[in-house]
């Protein structure tokens, strides 16, 4: 007879406190949830890993997110763009090595030079690649205009990570100005949505004051906004920021990967065909981080195509690594051996059905 978490699993449904149990498993049961959220993966989406060459575009940001090493008041780093030809360069690359689709990522920057040039470089992209390139987004909170603007342009996804679903969580981990207000996220993220792109979020996991609630809640938030895509990661502490001064927090980096690899394992269960990204700060964490979070049903990793003179300054967490060059050898990074079953995506966009079936309105 079936216990515990066996029975758990066996729902269809799964309602708060089913999602609590799950997070608060056993160290003995995690196994199973994990197993279980890579046999929903490739049930639902086969069983590709697909990739997104990261480019970093710039680390000016207008921001002072509490947690994030690029935050405006940081002056101990020198700012950084990229040139376009850079970003060209390195989206050429990707096409070349068969990635299907690259993600831009920069702090956000409102200025209409910054707007224009970003729209001159997604149409260069799509004709120097003749569409064949995915373009995902990460710049952050714009008005509706310029998400259309890049939209029209050829960028189809955008990932706006909510960072905390709670609204007072997240207001502990930003400051309290106009300028970082959970409302105008949210309503950012409904704007990208209606706009059309395939939409992303995040949260970040072992924030300080974060609870289990407040971890369930995030999964809720995934679920009831219905996103197609998403990136969650530990929280990793900078020591240039408010929230990482004094380090001693980073003791518990082994127990908020643990929870990460739940959190990606009870989503996937949850919502079965969105993109899950293995993201890079689980690798700082542990060398075999993203290959633990594609066994616990993540489906996407971002191998860094930042040309590497500039990544120093990209370091939004301490400990960030991706200095190790992407080869034609080994593109994605990944030690395959570690995730028998699976295979790259190469040459696809790797869109989720989750984003057909959403917008058909099934
Ligand atoms: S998290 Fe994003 S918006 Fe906030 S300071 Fe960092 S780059 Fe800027």
Redesign the pocket.
Known sequence: MATGLALILDKKDYDRSDILAMLQCSEEEAPLLYRCAAAVRDRYLGNSIFLRGLIEYS?I?????L??????SNDKIERYTLTNEEVIEAALTAHRLKFGSIAIQ???NWSNAFIDNMEELIRTINKLTNGQLGITLSL??QSRETYQRWFDAGAHRYLL?I?AASEALYRRV?PEDQM?RYHRRIECLRIIQETGYQTGSGVMIGLPFQTMNHLADDIIFMRDFDVDMCGMGPFIEHSDTPLGANGAANLFLKERFNLTLRMIAILRIIMKDINIVASTAMQTIDPSGREKAISSGANVVMPNLTPAKYRPGYQ?YQGKPGYREVTAENISGLNLDLIPGTTLGLGVWGDTPHYSRRTAGN
Request: proline share 0%.
């Open positions: 680390n940001c207008g921001k002072n997110c947690y994030c090493g690029i935050r405006r920069a702090g956000e952050g909170e990570r960072e930003h970082h939004i």
